[in-house]
């Protein structure tokens, strides 16, 4: 199992040096990603419902402090040799396609082949307002046009677009990605993000606590991904194409924590109990697993996930 540190962009992590520490010692601690959210902006007043919790309502809805997620990507790769970046994820219509492109073809050659773009269509329709998108009701569509022009941007050499909301001609776009592409991983839990993963992804990558399609246990996974295997089976394309990752959003608990339906919910336990988890997730097809940890400042999350490194990492 590859592990990733969910780190946002608020609280403790509002300087270069916070950053810094964090990046580094994840990976020396021998994490494989780092996964940054993506909100460019924060409106003051938001009435649009949060999808990943029971009551609908954002916890990080009352802190308008969050760096902008490219820019914090390129820093992170440049703070470090080895380890991963993605975006978790990357609100794909709040950005102009081309220049979205250059931007993730440039970390990529610079850091060596190591920027993960994980790719979501958005939900707080305030802040598609304040960014002037394409219209927010559009945004699947959008979404979906994006990422078909910046795959031929980063595979074409003659690089030709033509669709409702996206299109491009008469390019020279260089430098590609070192491989010719840069992984998509598709965020979202719903058919329809299921249907986009088959189509233009390359990993599903849904997260746990979504009310409305929930899989906060291996079982209610293994009964999403086969139905994304469905569909997969249906567009002629072989399932087994498909990468299978998945964010954990509650932090890690080394005491017991009630879940939805269950007597103890993943990620919390003894070491022993949290290494289960991560098995019966290898078990169902997840090679690549984004957690996050309890922390005030950087030190204290440098501690969490060398504990994690320690106390779990080697029982699997």
Same mark, same amino acid.
């Given at each position: 199992?590859?592990?990733?540190?969910?780190?946002?962009?608020?609280?403790?992590?509002?300087?270069?040096?916070?950053?810094?520490?964090?990046?580094?010692?994840?990976?020396?601690?021998?994490?494989?990603?780092?996964?940054?959210?993506?909100?460019?902006?924060?409106?003051?007043?938001?009435?649009?419902?949060?999808?990943?919790?029971?009551?609908?309502?954002?916890?990080?809805?009352?802190?308008?402090?969050?760096?902008?997620?490219?820019?914090?990507?390129?820093?992170?790769?440049?703070?470090?040799?080895?380890?991963?970046?993605?975006?978790?994820?990357?609100?794909?219509?709040? !950005?102009?396609?081309?220049?979205? $492109?250059?931007?993730?073809?440039?970390?990529?050659?610079?850091?060596?082949?190591?920027?993960?773009?994980?790719?979501?269509?958005?939900?707080?329709?305030?802040?598609?307002?304040?960014?002037?998108?394409?219209?927010?009701?559009?945004? @699947?569509?959008?979404?979906?046009?994006?990422?078909?022009?910046?795959?031929?941007?980063?595979?074409?050499?003659?690089?030709?677009?033509?669709?409702?909301?996206?299109?491009?001609?008469?390019? *020279?776009?260089?430098?590609?990605? *070192?491989?010719?592409?840069?992984?998509?991983?598709?965020?979202?839990?719903?058919?329809? %993000?299921?249907?986009?993963?088959?189509? *233009?992804?390359?990993?599903?990558?849904?997260?746990?606590?979504?009310?409305?399609?929930?899989?906060?246990?291996?079982?209610? *996974?293994?009964?999403?991904?086969? !139905?994304?295997? @469905?569909?997969?089976?249906?567009?002629?394309?072989?399932?087994?194409?498909?990468?299978?990752?998945?964010?954990?959003?509650?932090?890690?608990?080394?005491?017991?924590?009630?879940?939805?339906?269950?007597?103890?919910?993943?990620?919390?336990?003894?070491?022993?109990?949290?290494? $289960?988890?991560?098995? %019966?997730?290898?078990?169902?097809?997840?090679?690549?697993?984004?957690?996050?940890?309890?922390?005030?400042?950087?030190?204290?999350?440098?501690?969490?996930?060398?504990?994690?490194?320690?106390?779990?990492?080697?029982?699997?």
């Amino acid at each position: 199992m590859n592990f990733g540190v969910n780190l946002f962009p608020r609280d403790m992590l509002k300087t270069g040096e916070a950053y810094r520490s964090v990046a580094r010692a994840a990976e020396a601690l021998g994490y494989d990603f780092l996964s940054v959210s993506d909100h460019v902006i924060v409106p003051q007043e938001q009435n649009s419902p949060y999808p990943y919790s029971e009551d609908a309502s954002w916890a990080g809805g009352g802190s308008g402090f969050c760096f902008e997620a490219m820019t914090a990507m390129t820093f992170l790769v440049a703070c470090t040799e080895r380890i991963k970046v993605l975006s978790s994820v990357a609100v794909v219509p709040q !950005r102009p396609v081309v220049l979205t $492109a250059k931007i993730l073809s440039s970390m990529d050659v610079l850091s060596n082949g190591r920027v993960l773009f994980g790719v979501g269509t958005g939900w707080l329709r305030e802040e598609f307002d304040i960014m002037e998108t394409p219209p927010f009701p559009d945004r @699947g569509q959008v979404t979906d046009e994006f990422i078909e022009g910046m795959k031929r941007l980063w595979s074409d050499d003659d690089p030709r677009y033509s669709g409702d909301f996206v299109a491009f001609s008469n390019v *020279l776009f260089y430098p590609k990605p *070192l491989s010719g592409r840069i992984p998509i991983w598709v965020g979202g839990e719903s058919n329809i %993000a299921l249907r986009r993963t088959v189509r *233009l992804g390359d990993v599903w990558f849904p997260g746990n606590n979504n009310p409305k399609w929930r899989v906060d246990t291996p079982e209610r *996974l293994k009964v999403r991904i086969d !139905r994304l295997h @469905g569909f997969a089976e249906a567009e002629q394309r072989d399932p087994t194409s498909i990468g299978l990752a998945y964010v954990w959003f509650y932090p890690v608990s080394y005491e017991p924590v009630p879940g939805f339906d269950t007597h103890r919910r993943m990620f919390s336990g003894s070491p022993d109990d949290i290494a $289960a988890d991560v098995a %019966a997730l290898r078990e169902v097809g997840v090679t690549d697993t984004s957690i996050g940890f309890a922390a005030r400042d950087a030190s204290q999350l440098c501690d969490a996930m060398q504990r994690f490194s320690e106390d779990v990492m080697p029982l699997l």
